[in-house]
Structure formats: structure tokens, C-alpha cells
């Protein structure tokens, strides 16, 4: 049987979501350790979309097989039993087996969330990204309206990114400040490593005036990684939904009040 399950997780103490061999302390690693003492055998799982260290997310989907019978409802409680308060299981169903929790996703929706004022935060400390300089969201949005289409997002990809292709496709990209707060959501095809984090930087240097507004399109233009800018903090970062056909029925359920 093939199974899927909604995750979410704060990703603050982390190596981000792969298991890697250097650094077994990752999500994916506990999440694997949880299910496989619910099915009694080892399972390996597969996400819909890779997080880096630091990042959260809300709308993590993964898929894994088992020989393991068991109501649905036993994987979410059990798996989240023998897991640590910082991740939890938010649903379980099968599926058929033509569904990957990575291949068949359509789209991926991150939300970047920037809190903009004078003083550092304590209760959302490594729950959004901090920047004391004045940011105008209205200069943010309008540098963020080339990035829209298809485009060759070599200059927003890290230099060590293995992907084959630099081409992706941005459906939505919106900057708009509510309060302190100055929320970045970005909807692709697909993501580059790092794409989210160096598109935020370079916005929030635009946001800040120290660059013009026309800059995100050069740097876009310039198929370069050094021509942008910083890459930006992981803190802030959210991986609210991943979208796949309707003919696997993957639920979307809303994500927490405090990314949303």
C-alpha cells in the first residue's frame, strides 16, 4: 500500500528536511524513525518538497509504501506519538500507486515572512525573518513583477544548486505589509535551491532604497549569481501547500494563523 501524509514542522533546530549520512538530525530522519515503529518494518519517505535547515513548513506532503495494515487514523496519532513537538503528522490516506509525493506535484507555494521594525523579536525568534531597516512593500511588489513567467533563474539559484535546468515558472509572486509584518508568497512550477531565499534578497534591498527598483530584473537578466544579492534568512521561510492533480485527492487544509 502506498500512503501519503500531510507534515508540518518548525524547522529551526534542523539540518533542514533531507537525511543526509553528516548529519542525521534532519526531518525527514524523525519523521522515518516515527512510522517505521507504526509499521514494524523501516520506511523510507518521500517529501513533495525539500526545505533547508531553518526553514518550516505547513503544507509538507510525503508518500511511502508499506506492508504494514493500519487505519489512517493510527498513522497520524501513533507517528505523532513518537515524535518530537516541533513536527507533527497532520493527516494520512492511501493512494494509488502512480502518486510521488515529488514527480506528480504541480505547483509549490512558499510564504516568506519578513517582521519590519526597530527592535529583534523574542517570541518569534526563528519564526520569521527580522530587518530593522524602513521597508516599502510598494517598491518590493513592483520589483517583483518581472520575475513573473517563465524565466532562466540562474541568478537566483545557489552556486552549488544541482538542478539541470535553471528554467522555472513563477504563477504568483505578491509583496504586501500587514502592521510590522511584510509577507512575501511565491508560487512556482518548481524551486532552485536557495530561489525563495536570494529573490527575498534582493527585494528586501530594494525595499530598503539601497537598490532601484529596475535591479531585480537585471540581476534576472544577468544569468549571474554574483550580480544579486545576499541570501536571505531561512527564519521566515514556509512551505504552505504543494498542489497536485484533483484525481489523487490530496487534502489542503489551511495553514496556522501565524503564516497565514
Given at each position: 500500500m502506498r500512503i501519503a501524509i500531510g507534515v508540518e514542522y518548525d524547522g529551526s533546530r534542523y539540518g533542514g528536511w533531507q537525511a543526509q549520512s553528516h548529519d542525521p538530525y534532519t526531518v525527514q530522519a524523525r519523521v522515518q524513525q516515527a512510522l517505521s515503529r507504526i509499521a514494524a518494518h523501516p520506511v523510507e519517505v518521500i517529501c513533495?518538497?525539500?526545505?533547508?535547515?531553518?526553514?518550516?513548513?505547513?503544507?509538507?506532503?510525503?508518500?511511502?509504501?508499506?506492508?504494514?495494515?493500519?487505519?489512517?487514523?493510527?498513522?497520524?496519532?501513533?507517528?505523532?506519538?513518537?515524535?518530537?513537538?516541533?513536527?507533527?503528522?497532520?493527516?494520512?490516506?492511501?493512494?494509488?500507486?502512480?502518486?510521488?509525493?515529488?514527480?506528480?506535484?504541480?505547483?509549490?507555494?512558499?510564504?516568506?515572512?519578513?517582521?519590519?521594525?526597530?527592535?529583534?523579536?523574542a517570541?518569534?525568534?526563528?519564526?520569521?525573518?527580522?530587518?530593522y531597516r524602513t521597508l516599502d512593500a510598494a517598491r518590493m511588489a513592483a520589483a517583483a513583477l518581472p520575475l513573473l513567467g517563465e524565466h532562466d533563474f540562474s541568478s537566483y539559484r545557489a552556486v552549488a544548486c544541482q538542478a539541470r535546468s535553471p528554467v522555472r515558472t513563477i504563477h504568483r509572486l505578491e509583496v504586501q505589509r500587514q502592521g510590522e509584518f511584510i509577507l512575501l508568497d511565491i508560487e512556482a512550477n518548481g524551486f532552485l535551491h536557495h530561489m525563495v531565499r536570494n529573490i527575498a534578497g534582493v527585494l528586501l534591498a530594494i525595499g530598503a532604497g539601497e537598490r532601484p527598483v529596475e535591479w531585480s530584473r537585471e540581476v534576472l537578466e544577468s544569468r549571474d549569481r554574483s550580480a544579486g544579492g545576499v541570501t536571505a534568512q531561512p527564519w521566515g521561510l514556509y512551505l504552505v501547500r504543494i498542489d497536485y492533480p484533483?484525481?489523487?485527492?490530496?487534502?489542503?487544509?489551511?495553514p496556522p494563523a501565524l503564516v497565514w
Open positions: 513533495g518538497g525539500r526545505t533547508d535547515a531553518g526553514v518550516h513548513a505547513s503544507g509538507q506532503v510525503i508518500h511511502f509504501d508499506t506492508t504494514a495494515e493500519r487505519p489512517m487514523h493510527a498513522w497520524v496519532m501513533g507517528g505523532n506519538s513518537h515524535l518530537p513537538p516541533d513536527i507533527a503528522l497532520r493527516w494520512a490516506q492511501p493512494v494509488e500507486e502512480g502518486f510521488h509525493a515529488r514527480f506528480s506535484a504541480r505547483r509549490r507555494a512558499y510564504r516568506y515572512v519578513i517582521l519590519n521594525r526597530q527592535q529583534r523579536p517570541l518569534l525568534a526563528r519564526k520569521v525573518s527580522y530587518d484533483e484525481e489523487f485527492g490530496i487534502p489542503q487544509l489551511p
